[in-house]
């Protein structure tokens, strides 16, 4: 859907963006990546004409953009950039309004917009639409800017560090939500990240650039498992194969496990631990609510008495949660395996460390 062909653009001495040739499939999220000064945002600025390339050409749907006039083109691409550029004497809602109103919408109909984007974005409109943007945290700018950005519905979305200026959970949560609206609305995303691990969890296909040159394009997995040169190898460290499990959902390694109830005697308890090191306690409704230790058995009489509840809220793992959420967690808790529940918090099985273990020596194969 979005073609660059050999894009070159200079200034001056400098060649901000080096031939580059890439394309962008309908619905995919590509990620440009690379250090700081490597063409990424010219790239982007080029593809909706706030910049003329030297040379080269870039098609959309097949049309070259150089044919389309660039307030028409700007229609079709929504744009959110790190600073996200807020009009600074306009409330929340006559922000994101602003290519809405441009474009003649009715009253009713911008006005309904608005809405439908601020729940979109996870704002609570009655709440927000009368902000004015200093009245905002980072993150909550970040999200109007998005909102801002998908205002009149464009089929693209460029975006140049979306969620860059924000803190680290936060920009977890910024990040969710992405990828829950794109779920949703499948809009063909280029995006710019200097952080790799969020490229990784977010993208389709990863373009790596180095001095204005497309240096590996491809999907997550095959960047972390297939680095095509030293560069790309050493751009994404050491920890690949740990980087690999955020791609990995827990879907397919969630084993079935015995789990006990607090009424349960000794006896019970010790038949469904057999071997085991421990065994989850769940309630009525099947919810875990703890763990009982092998190592406590012989102290009590029932599993009321015997069960750790610890933070087990903390431990449990949604079948959505990735490997690499899994490891985590069994490195933060000193655990061997994570219970997983599923969207009503019931038990439905669980993660061992074996293998997480055996799904990163895959990768390393
Ligand atoms: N308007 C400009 N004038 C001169 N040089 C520029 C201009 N914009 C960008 N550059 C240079 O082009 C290169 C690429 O910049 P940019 O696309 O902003 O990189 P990135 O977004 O990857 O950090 C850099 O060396 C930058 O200094
Ligand atoms: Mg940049």
Redesign the pocket.
């Known amino acids: 859907m979005i073609r660059l062909e050999h894009v070159t653009k200079v200034?001056?001495e400098?060649v901000?963006v080096n031939d580059l040739s890439i394309e962008i499939e309908k619905g995919e999220v590509c990620i440009l990546i690379?250090p700081?000064?490597?063409?990424?945002?010219?790239t982007l600025r080029v593809t909706n004409r706030l910049l003329e390339p030297t040379s080269g050409h870039i098609f959309i749907d097949g049309r070259d953009i150089c044919q389309i006039r660039p307030e028409r083109l700007r229609r079709s691409i929504g744009y959110a950039i790190q600073s996200v550029g807020l009009f600074p004497h306009l409330t929340v809602a006559a922000n994101i309004a602003t290519v809405p109103e441009l474009l003649h919408w009715g009253k009713d109909d911008i006005a309904r917009r608005v809405e439908e984007l601020l729940i979109l974005v996870g704002l609570n409109p009655v709440e927000y639409a009368w902000k004015y943007p200093s009245q905002l945290s980072g993150g909550e700018a970040q999200r109007i800017g998005v909102a801002r950005a998908l205002a009149a519905d464009p089929p693209i979305l460029l975006m140049d560090e979306p969620f860059g200026a924000v803190d680290p959970l936060t920009r977890e949560r910024l990040q969710a939500q992405f990828i829950r609206i794109q779920q949703e609305l499948k809009k063909t995303v280029i995006m710019?990240t200097h952080d790799l691990d969020e490229a990784i969890r977010l993208a389709d296909r990863i373009a790596i650039m180095e001095l204005g040159r497309l240096v590996q394009y491809d999907t997550p997995e095959t960047i972390l498992s297939r680095p095509a040169n030293k560069f790309v190898h050493d751009f994404v460290g050491t920890d690949r194969a740990l980087k690999r499990l955020s791609r990995i959902g827990i879907g397919n390694f969630i084993r079935p496990c015995p789990s006990v109830k607090t009424s349960d005697s000794i006896k019970e308890v010790a038949a469904a631990i057999g071997s085991r090191r421990s065994v989850w306690v769940v309630n009525d409704e099947g919810r875990p609510i703890g763990w009982i230790d092998q190592s406590r058995l012989s102290e009590s009489v029932t599993a009321r008495e015997t069960i750790f509840s610890g933070d087990i809220h903390e431990i449990a793992l949604t079948n959505q949660a990735t490997l690499r959420e899994a490891l985590s967690r069994m490195l933060g808790q000193g655990f061997k395996s994570i219970p997983v529940v599923d969207d009503k918090a019931r038990l439905i099985g669980e993660i061992t460390l074996h293998d997480v273990e055996a799904a990163t020596a895959d990768g390393e194969a």
């Open positions: 200034y001056g400098t901000a690379g700081s000064g490597c063409g990424k945002t010219t710019v």
